[in-house]
């Protein structure tokens, strides 16, 4: 994000879930990631950027929202996204509360949820929740569950009482010191200004526009 020019990226799946790759279509193994760079599509995409730092898909503070970094890597190894999902299982039970302040499109927004999270694209661990996104339209979605059972976790599930809100940039603060989450590793702590940096990075990847 900081080069004069900046590169054309290629992207291989080695994480444990692949949310990310998910973005661009890039799934299953390492030979189909080389065939989507050696096919040679680009797109160009959003990128965040949290208190100076950048993520690709996600910005999250609260319950849930430190699994990616937290579980061992013996236990991602040995079990794939099984760890994750044991682990958010296991904070489930853990009742937590986000006192939260939203800045954003002119409005003041303020509330308790069990974790909240920006969101540039659909997935975010495993599961379909951002489905009317697009990584190329200059804007992320907050979102924000409305307290209830397994920390509001169920809300993200069914896709019920959980507000959304678009803009290109939010001023976050919590009650929550953090660190924010960005991208499954420890990012920014405290207060949070989001910005949205329209297709300021390209891809090799299927195409997404």
């Excluded at 900081?2 to 992207?11: F, I």
């Excluded at 927004?109 to 997935?123: H, P, Q, S, W, Y």
């Excluded at 951002?130 to 809300?155: C, Q, R, W, Y």
Aim: charged share 25%; proline share 3%; net charge positive.
């Amino acid at each position: 994000m900081k080069a004069r020019k900046t590169p054309v990226l290629g992207y291989l799946n080695f994480g444990t879930i692949g949310d990310v790759g998910k973005n661009f279509g890039i799934q299953g193994g390492l030979r189909n990631a080389l065939k989507i760079i050696k096919d040679g599509h680009i797109e160009a995409f959003d990128v965040g950027e949290a208190n100076g730092s950048y993520f690709a898909y996600t910005c999250a503070i609260g319950r849930y929202s430190d699994i990616a970094y937290a579980t061992p890597r013996r236990e991602k190894r040995r079990h794939g996204r099984l760890a994750y999902y044991r682990a958010a299982a296991n904070q489930a039970f853990e009742k937590k509360k986000v006192h939260y302040e939203i800045l954003c499109n002119g409005q003041k927004i303020e509330g308790t949820t069990g974790f909240l999270m920006v969101l540039n694209g659909k997935n975010m661990g495993g599961f379909l929740v951002n489905k009317k996104s697009s990584i190329t339209d200059g804007k992320m979605e907050l979102f924000v569950a409305s307290e209830g059972p397994f920390n509001g976790l169920t809300h993200y599930l069914f896709h019920h009482k959980v507000r959304v809100i678009s803009s290109d940039s939010f001023t976050i603060i919590t009650s929550e010191k953090g660190p924010w989450c960005l991208d499954g590793e420890k990012g920014p702590q405290g207060q949070i200004k989001v910005f949205c940096h329209p297709k300021a990075l390209r891809i090799f990847s299927k195409k997404i526009s």
